[in-house]
């Protein structure tokens, strides 16, 4: 091996190790979706909800071109027709206001990169930037026959080579071995980096080798110092890797390359919130459970795929069970596994629907409601639900405090704390549950923040008292409108 091998070898795997750091601005954490939202209504949530509530960043849909999909379907997106930014979303001069207006209040941008394929369809395909191309030919504005790999479908997930080689969903499949491909990707994507954001989530990582993904990663850019980033602070990476076990391709190959989806995540909190598993499943989560690593995993609850019933599949807790969809992301947020992402969704019928949007297909954005600062308009807006927006602080002010307290009682009821900063207490299932629990708060009263919160110097919901011995009296009723109670230091009276 020569020195120039060893020292590309060198660089390729300092870098990758470099992309677990999403570089949350101080006291920040917790990645927002803002699944198919405007440019400038995102610019606007930054200041006006997320910046103020503490949220760390925001998950855009795709940003580049797409094809125009009859029926305007969320997975246009999906189908990428050249790198140029322009969709539904708004065009690049948007991008680049929401970017910059974004990391000003504190809020990091990760954008949602397709570059696996691109789009399919039949004859003359038109894009959002008002592109054409020919996937029949394949023939796009910046590819050609030659930089896609051979024509054939994926049947056989046994088959590792198949998974990566193969179309998607009829999806032409880039060949990124090829320098030409790899050139376009990764200008693409520094593009991005140029305009201040913090790092990608990569579609479909699954469908690509690692080694090339590897060559990708060490060729982008590092992150804009001027955009509020360290010196040689190199792009987060969230690679999605659908693996809930069984087939070839494995979510541990990706590992060392930056986060992964923890699909398995999903499937196992959603089980036990709708009280199908026992709490103690929840205990110990990590590599002896398959799950992946802590520092290694992308967690969530739901994403914009498998809520509607596909990519990752499973017992999949939605918005349509707010209840248990609550106690589910206050534990995803009051626990210290993995690097979680809230879901923000639209209300649909239709798995296929896309966003709110007016007689000409352009998206309609949110609008609020001014008693409780929901979302109207068709759009769900999960992590504006008091409680979810509340435990983006409770995780902020519990930081690296450790798991302590960690008490189960029975098959449904579950409490711990994180440290000596703030505590949380689960009932999933139909009975009541009243129990002292241990909190190693100080002595006090609380304000529950998922029922209410703390406001003029009073509590909105449930108050909870901690005594001399730093216990706390907790009541969840089956029939309670929330099933979990949480508190902190930040919430006391």
Request: hydrophobic share 35%.
């Amino acid at each position: 091996m020569t020195k120039t091998s060893i020292f590309l070898i060198f660089c390729l795997t300092t870098t990758s190790f470099a992309q677990f750091n999403p570089h949350y601005a101080p006291n920040r954490s917790v990645i927002v979706h803002l699944f198919e939202w405007r440019w400038n209504d995102i610019a606007r949530e930054c200041e006006q909800v997320l910046g103020p509530a503490g949220y760390g960043g925001v998950q855009l849909s795709p940003v580049n071109e797409n094809a125009v999909v009859y029926g305007r379907p969320w997975y246009e997106r999906y189908q990428p027709l050249s790198y140029k930014f322009n969709t539904r979303s708004g065009n690049e001069a948007e991008l680049r206001n929401m970017i910059k207006r974004c990391n000003k209040v504190g809020v990091r941008v990760f954008v949602d990169v397709v570059f696996n394929h691109m789009a399919a369809g039949s004859g003359v395909v038109r894009g959002t930037s008002g592109s054409r191309a020919e996937p029949g030919n394949r023939a796009y504005p910046i590819y050609s026959r030659y930089d896609f790999n051979r024509l054939c479908g994926i049947n056989n997930y046994q088959n590792a080579t198949e998974v990566r080689v193969c179309e998607l969903s009829g999806l032409p499949d880039l060949d990124q071995s090829k320098s030409y491909v790899r050139k376009q990707i990764v200008d693409f994507l520094n593009k991005l980096v140029d305009m201040g954001v913090a790092g990608f989530r990569v579609d479909a990582a699954k469908h690509m080798f690692p080694e090339d993904l590897q060559a990708i990663y060490g060729s982008v850019k590092n992150l804009k110092t001027k955009a509020g980033f360290p010196k040689n602070a190199r792009p987060f990476i969230a690679q999605e890797v659908i693996d809930v076990g069984g087939e070839a391709v494995s979510k541990f190959e990706y590992i060392n390359l930056g986060t992964v989806t923890e699909f398995v995540y999903c499937s196992e909190i959603g089980l036990v919130f709708q009280g199908q598993h026992p709490v103690n499943q929840l205990e110990n989560l990590g590599p002896a459970r398959t799950f992946l690593p802590s520092e290694k995993a992308f967690v969530f609850v739901d994403n914009h795929d498998n809520q509607r019933g596909h990519g990752g599949g499973g017992i999949v807790l939605t918005h349509k069970k707010p209840k248990e969809y609550t106690s589910a992301v206050v534990y995803t947020l009051a626990n210290n596994y993995g690097i979680p992402r809230i879901m923000s969704s639209y209300y649909f019928d239709n798995p296929s629907m896309g966003p709110p949007h007016d007689s000409n297909d352009n998206i309609r954005g949110p609008g609020t409601n001014r008693r409780d600062g929901s979302c109207t308009g068709g759009w769900v807006c999960e992590h504006r639900w008091n409680g979810i927006r509340n435990m983006v602080k409770f995780r902020n002010a519990v930081g690296n405090a450790p798991v302590t307290n960690w008490t189960t009682y029975g098959n449904n009821a579950l409490s711990f704390c994180r440290g000596n900063v703030g505590c949380v207490a689960f009932n999933t299932g139909k009975n009541d549950f009243s129990q002292e629990i241990r909190t190693n708060l100080a002595p006090g009263t609380y304000c529950d923040i998922i029922s209410g919160e703390k406001a003029y110097n009073r509590c909105t919901g449930i108050a909870i008292q901690v005594n001399q011995n730093g216990q706390a009296r907790i009541t969840i009723n089956g029939n309670a409108t929330y099933g979990v109670v949480a508190f902190y230091k930040g919430s006391k009276l």
